[in-house]
């Protein structure tokens, strides 16, 4: 990826940042440009268009976007404005070059859990349609490409854009968090999710547009209920003093929620150079590592 520039929108949120930070280790060859708000207003299609210009960028990994769930569904406009608008814009200035666009496993209705690149979407709220939306808007170039992922776990640089940052906030506050045994996820730690992103900047910048797949899915290698991956959490939470009881989706009151979006990652691994975790096995070596440290007297 030598020479490259590649701009990372979005910079400021969960997997923008941690493109950002890892990008020393995994890319260390590429001029790497965040674009924030203040940078670049990526709603305003002249200010993009004159930034784009100014560092023609080799390969755009567009994060940024409305990602709340309650949020799209109570104001579709604005939703619809951050996820298809300016992604569409988007990937029309970046045409001739090269974008990945990071979507989500939320596309499917969930009635039976590891979907492939090749099934159809079927969004339940505003917030997936959105998504499915500006998929099409990417894939309508032939330099784009689509990553759909599932729950990161991880650190943003506001401390609220990870969904184990809310469930900590949750039981700092002392509440009792209810979670489903009936609803499915592929969680994957956020740093193995740049990692891999990483490897899928290098390889799509190497390739010739052409006859490629250009949907993939990058998730964790196992499958979890909301139930089973609370666990996994708290386990790493101990000082907010975690509080879980298990609930059904059957006795959820809120808008449509699918069941099972757990994904089929065989495609995107066939790529990559280390293996997508399996996030119980990756928190339990974290737990170990972590008590190893603490185990090591200071000054030892």
């Not at 079927?122 to 784009?144: C, F, G």
């Not at 990553?147 to 640089?157: A, D, H, I, K, Q």
Request: charged share 25%.
């Amino acid at each position: 990826m030598e020479r490259h520039t590649v701009w990372i929108t979005g910079a400021g949120g969960l997997i923008g940042s941690q493109l950002v930070q890892s990008a020393s280790r995994w890319a260390p060859a590429v001029r790497v440009l965040p674009i924030l708000r203040d940078r670049c207003d990526l709603t305003d299609r002249h200010a993009v268009e004159r930034c784009f210009a100014e560092d023609s960028p080799d390969l755009v990994i567009h994060c940024a976007g409305l990602t709340r769930s309650p949020l799209c569904q109570s104001d579709p406009a604005l939703a619809r404005r951050l996820n298809v608008e300016m992604t569409g814009c988007l990937a029309e200035v970046a045409a001739a070059r090269r974008l990945i666009f990071l979507s989500t496993d939320l596309v499917f209705d969930g009635r039976r859990g590891m979907y492939r690149e090749t099934d159809p979407p079927n969004p339940l709220n505003v917030y997936a349609e959105t998504k499915v939306e500006a998929e099409e808007r990417v894939l309508a170039h032939p330099r784009h490409v689509v990553v759909r992922t599932s729950l990161n776990f991880g650190e943003s640089p506001t401390g609220d854009r990870a969904f184990n940052e809310e469930m900590a906030k949750a039981w700092r506050a002392g509440k009792t968090l209810s979670c489903f045994t009936d609803e499915y996820r592929s969680v994957i730690p956020v740093e193995s999710t740049a990692r891999a992103l990483w490897v899928l900047a290098r390889w799509w910048l190497d390739e010739p547009a052409g006859d490629h797949h250009r949907i993939f899915h990058l998730a964790g290698a196992e499958r979890l209920s909301r139930w089973q991956i609370a666990q996994w959490v708290a386990a790493q939470y101990p000082e907010c003093r975690p509080k879980l009881e298990p609930g059904s989706l059957r006795d959820y009151q809120g808008g449509p929620r699918p069941a099972d979006t757990s994904l089929d990652i065989a495609r995107i691994q066939k790529l990559l150079d280390f293996s997508l975790p399996r996030f119980s096995e990756w928190v339990r070596d974290r737990l170990a590592q972590r008590s190893k440290d603490t185990s090591v007297a200071p000054g030892a």
